[in-house]
Every structure is written in structure tokens, then in C-alpha cells.
């Protein structure tokens, strides 16, 4: 296998959040290279990048790696060769050689079928999960609690509460079907990830303003299992396994009374008032 450092680098910081520091299995702080594609997961996200390059299967221990290429100019051309139970990377100036699992250890790729699947806003679903993440919880009691909860139909609607507080988003978007899933914490942060590494692919077009102003699309497919999978465009893919459990009635917490009380607040100074008097 051969590709330019620069564009392995990339590769790599893709996959970052999909790669776990610490583990119980170790296997799973390297990444599967094979069959075009390059593969990290930490059991809840399965991330896959498109990389034609990818032409021979092994291991790769990541953070060795990683560390390693930021002292390789970028411009290199690196050479990776698998054999015997070592990897060995090579290039004009320089090579290293580290020691590689076998293939067979790293989870196998789920099989995927899909149910319901749609084409739908990217920058305003995934924004969405990112506003309501921190009301998710932090401990371990009630998983269904420490996720996102997402009620995939028409319209789509965003969930999450720690038993103290809540948050609840209505978003223009639509979905085929009607499914309730909670999605881990780890993976929301992976998926925002993935939409801000991931390069973005503009409609075709003559003029310049549509297609700066175009938001990100991303295709949404559900397996009616416990699978949630999203696709980033041609680059990349993402595999959720999603919490077992039913979340809170979250639309029936919501008082429905006239509230007694209405304030208008500007939202930045009613923010920096909180943060004073709760220090």
C-alpha cells in the first residue's frame, strides 16, 4: 500500500474519536486496513473511510502511527507492508516497523439491512444532537438517560434529560416511518465530529451563492434492529449501535399549561448572571 503522509494524516484524524484510549480489548486501539477501506471502532460507533489506496488487509497500531507520521513531511509518499506479524512503514528518508495483531481479532463488520432511510440535513440534525448533548446524564444507572434520544418520523425530534433538566428540539426535517432511538453520548460526539472533518460536497451549480450558502446532506438509514448508520458523502460512514431501552415520554413532561409566568431574556447576559452567581 502506498499514499502521500498528508493525506494519510487526514485519514487518521477522521478516525480519531472512533479510536479508544483506553480499552479492556486492545485490539481495538489500531484500525483495519482492507478492501479499500480503513475501519475504527469502540463497540458503540463503527467509523469507515473510503481509501482506494488501501489495497493490502492489516492492523495498524494507531496512536504509534499517528505520533510517529508528525515527523514525516508531508509531501512523502509512505509505503505499508504487513507480514510475519509486523507492520513496516517506509519512506525516502526514513522507515519503522511495529508489531501487529492478527486481523481475525478485530470485531467483524455488522451486517447492515436496511428499513427506513432518508436523505436529510445534515448541519441541522447533527447540530441538533450537539445542543442537546449536555443535558444528557453522565453516569452509568439509566443508559437510556446517558444518550440522545432521537424520535425519527415527521417531524424529527431531539431529545435528552439527566432527571434534573431537559431538552426537547422540533426540527424541519422529515423521516419515513416512525422510530424511537437513543443514541450513545460517545457517538453524538463522534458524529460531530465526522460532519466538521469530513470534506463537504456542494451542489453543481453557476452560481457562487447557492452553493456556499447549500447546507451538508447526509443519507439516514435505520435497520429496525438496534442499528443506526449515516453516511458523510463518497468519504466516509458511520455505524451506531444504539442503547437498548425505552427513554422517558419526553413530550409528556413538558407542561402543557398557559405558563403563570413570561420573561424575555436576552440569552448571552441571562447565561453570564448564571455563571456568577453559581461560582
Do not use: C
Request: no cysteine; charged share 20%; hydrophobic share 45%.
Amino acid at each position: 500500500m502506498e499514499i502521500q503522509v498528508a493525506r494519510f494524516r487526514e485519514v487518521l484524524e477522521i478516525l480519531k474519536p472512533a479510536v479508544p484510549r483506553k480499552t479492556s480489548l486492545p485490539v481495538l486501539k489500531n484500525v483495519l486496513v482492507k478492501e479499500g477501506q480503513v475501519v475504527a471502532t469502540d463497540l458503540d460507533s463503527m467509523v469507515f473511510i473510503n481509501l482506494p489506496e488501501a489495497d493490502e488487509s492489516f492492523l495498524l497500531p494507531y496512536a504509534d502511527v499517528l505520533k510517529m507520521l508528525q515527523y514525516v513531511p508531508g509531501h512523502e509518499y509512505l509505503k505499508m507492508h504487513a507480514k510475519r506479524g509486523k507492520l513496516t512503514l517506509s519512506w525516502s528518508e526514513g522507515s519503522a516497523t511495529y508489531p501487529t495483531q492478527d486481523l481475525e481479532e478485530f470485531p467483524s463488520i455488522p451486517d447492515f439491512e436496511v428499513k427506513d432511510e432518508a436523505t436529510i440535513d445534515g448541519d441541522t440534525f447533527i447540530s441538533a444532537l450537539h445542543d442537546a448533548l449536555p443535558y444528557a446524564a453522565t453516569g452509568g444507572d439509566r443508559p437510556v438517560l446517558s444518550g440522545v434520544t432521537v424520535l425519527f418520523g415527521q417531524p424529527i425530534e431531539v431529545s435528552a434529560g439527566d432527571g434534573f433538566r431537559m431538552a426537547h428540539i422540533v426540527l424541519p426535517l422529515q423521516f419515513p416511518g416512525e422510530h424511537t432511538t437513543v443514541i450513545p453520548s460517545g457517538s453524538v460526539s463522534t458524529l460531530i465530529h465526522l460532519l466538521a472533518k469530513t470534506p463537504r460536497h456542494p451542489p453543481q451549480g453557476d452560481a457562487l451563492v447557492p452553493i456556499m450558502v447549500a447546507k451538508r446532506q447526509i443519507q439516514v438509514a435505520l435497520d429496525g434492529k438496534r442499528g443506526l448508520k449515516i453516511v458523510f458523502g463518497p468519504t466516509a460512514s458511520v455505524i451506531v449501535k444504539l442503547v437498548e431501552g425505552n427513554p422517558p415520554a419526553w413530550l409528556k413532561l413538558i407542561p402543557k399549561e398557559e405558563p403563570v409566568l413570561k420573561v424575555q431574556l436576552f440569552a448571552r447576559e441571562f447565561e453570564t448572571a448564571v455563571r456568577r452567581v453559581s461560582n
